[in-house]
């Protein structure tokens, strides 16, 4: 599956930030109804300057409000080299430009993700402000941040991909994009947001919906520093609810410790026992076989892959070692698809299309999705006939186009290969890996270009489908 995409925010209450573009101050007045003022300060990476040391934006603190509230992730993956949430409120800051233990930061590939302050309680605060460090374009920030009392008629926290609206009790503090225009994009980044009125809230949470700077590569995502709150009442402490303890994530391995697996169940208790006993036996056994089927030459596959399950919408998502699987369609489907959802997400880890280089053009979806459904429904359970004709012959006018994605693509794939080359598939991987791939591959693979094998595929396979 795809990964997220994050919602806009309404267009109609967004404020624009003034982005800034060197050394120095710059400062925006954002109207939302609560005339917050946002100011922006941009140091670039000199040794002779001291970290953090900007003129109006305070430095990073280890006594503010913040740092005894709960920070949770309501949306995406922290990246696998990342710091843990609490870097985000411990008041120390990174020692050096590129220190991915001293961030934190979402996973690779993805585009951001939402993370949830809570305080426990309501109370108005004086200030707001987030600082990031990197020498590259993950240094700059992209978010909007919202706030709620938490006891707003219709109030709820936002689902994934949910915009938060006033109509579920969360108010729009601030849009900050503090990219430069010109110049380099890398540096240290601070951002003060206040009131000009007087005190921001009073709130019980904050939500950052954080967006990645760029989309050029996979690593767009912000190096985060710290996030700080202040409240106005110096005697305020936070006393957020403890989030309840599920099962500590575990590791299993391959018989020959060449593949690791990291599973989370934290959030999915429940799912335990049939992980262990069905699911992880998969695992263990077809990763293997599936790098071998997809094998590049001089390019390893990787070795540890993280599992993380846990209440969503949809079905899974991977982006690029790690796998986020919604628990509940998993609880209803573990006797049915569950085990080869996880499959088709096990090849996406291996695909690592991101990976390529960045000249290269990006790869098609339709290969990107119908390669996955070719060795679940085609290698892994054929059995199941999730892709063949006798899963066509069950759908309604089904749209016979070999770019249609998923099931059709996969169905179109497994015809070129049992039709003109067996070995088709890993020598189109490695095409798309490298960044090698162009309409030309099938003439070089088949004899016949893209266009007559689809139109050969499709006939045929509407004369199937009119036989009794």
Sequence with gaps: ???????????????????????????????????????????????NLPPFAFRRVPAPSATDTATRAAFRLLQGEADDNSGPLTVLHDGRIPTGPDEPQANFFFAAGTEGGRILVDFGRPTPLRYISTYSRHPNTRGPQVYTLHGARGDEPGFRQPADGRNP????????IATVDTRPRTGPPGGRFGVLITNVEGAIGPFRYLLFDI??????????????SEVDAVSVDP???????????????????????????TLDLSRAPELEPWIRQTLVPVILEWYPKLTEMLAVEGVEPPDHVRLVFRPGRGVAATSGTRIVANSRWIERERDGEAVGAIVHELVHVIQQYGRRPRSSAPPPDWLVEGIPDYLRWFVFEPQSHGADLVWLRRQRSPRLQHDAGYRISANFLDWVVRRHDPDLVRHLNAALRLGRYDPSFWKERTGHTLEELAETWRRETEQALAQP
């Excluded at 402490?237 to 994530?249: L, S, W, Y």
């Design 165 to 172: 609206s006033e109509h579920e009790g969360w108010t729009l």
């Design 235 to 261: 005697g305020f402490v936070p006393t957020p609810p403890a989030e309840p303890a599920g099962p500590e994530p575990f590791t299993v391995r391959t018989p020959d410790g060449r593949f690791a697996f």
């Design 1 to 47: 599956m795809k990964t997220y995409r994050s919602s806009r925010a309404d267009h109609r209450t967004r404020a624009r930030v003034t982005r800034a573009l060197a050394w120095g101050l710059v400062a925006a007045t954002l109207l939302t109804g609560r005339a917050a003022q946002v100011i922006v300060e941009h140091q670039p990476e000199d040794p």
């Design 211 to 224: 967006r990645a700077t760029e989309q050029d590569d996979p690593f767009g995502n912000t190096f985060f």
